[in-house]
């Protein structure tokens, strides 16, 4: 499959700052990337869909003041979480997609994930 | 509201058995439908995908889809401890963003 990577994979802050993640497609080139995030023994939460070039789609609910999302290339796409809060403390993370490949790979719109990051607020 | 509901579990199954893992789906028009393993802690893995009416096999793994009773299933035939973790059903929701909808996850544990 995919490979899809993330970094960092844990991160610790103090509330108040600003926390970069990166996500990125390393074999594909993926037109749209997802950005989850997810609490202990709770399902996946869609936070926004992301596509190169345009602007992020937020779900409902999500801040996108708060949570920066910019999807520079069709191989990388950054979350930043800007003043971060202990509430913020939660796995987040992100999957790609693309669209129009061969049925093969990810004709159907397959999403791959990342390992996720594990952030921590103090 | 597109929903996607899974039991939560646990299920609990001794080793070698068959695991059946259940889903439904709200949204008559979904086409697509996907199969995640969740292990704590770690981020979600495609085991299978299934779009076609039927079943689809994949070693161990069976997807069933039938799309008008708008339910799907996992089967894991030979069940590993191994295998214990949340499994997520996820919906393709469609459009042009083509995101996924996620079920709550059931958490399966193999007893060895």
């Known amino acids: 499959g995919a490979v899809v990577s993330q970094h960092p994979s844990w991160v610790i802050c103090k509330s108040g700052t600003s926390v970069k993640i990166e996500c990125r497609s390393l074999?594909?080139?993926?037109?749209?990337m997802f950005w989850y995030r997810q609490f202990p023994k709770q399902s996946l939460m869609l936070m926004a869909t992301s596509n190169e070039g345009s602007k992020a789609t937020y779900e409902q609910g999500v801040e996108k003041d708060k949570f920066l999302i910019n999807h520079a290339s069709l191989t990388l796409s950054t979350l930043t979480v800007t003043s971060a809060h202990p509430e913020d403390s939660s796995f987040y993370i992100c999957?790609?997609?693309?669209?129009?490949?061969?049925?093969?790979?990810?004709?159907?719109?397959?999403?791959?994930f990342g390992p996720g990051t594990r952030l921590t607020v103090l | 509201q597109k929903e996607v509901e899974q039991n939560s579990g646990p299920l609990s199954v001794p080793e070698g058995a068959i695991a059946s893992l259940n889903c439904t789906y709200s949204?008559?028009?979904?086409?697509?439908f996907f199969w995640y393993r969740q292990y704590s802690g770690k981020s979600p893995e495609l085991i299978m995908f299934?779009?076609?009416?039927g079943d689809k096999e994949d070693g161990r793994f069976t997807a069933q889809l039938n799309k008008a009773s708008q339910y799907v299933s996992l089967l894991i035939r030979d069940s590993q401890p191994s295998d214990s973790a949340t499994y997520l059903c996820a919906v393709n929701g469609g459009g042009a963003t083509n995101k996924l909808i996620f079920g709550t996850g059931t958490l399966l544990a193999v007893q060895p």
């Open positions: 299934i779009y076609s009416n």
């Open positions: 074999d594909f080139q993926a037109t749209t």
């Open positions: 999957s790609a997609t693309t669209m129009g490949e061969t049925e093969s790979l990810i004709g159907l719109g397959l999403e791959f």
């Open positions: 949204d008559r028009g979904s086409q697509s």
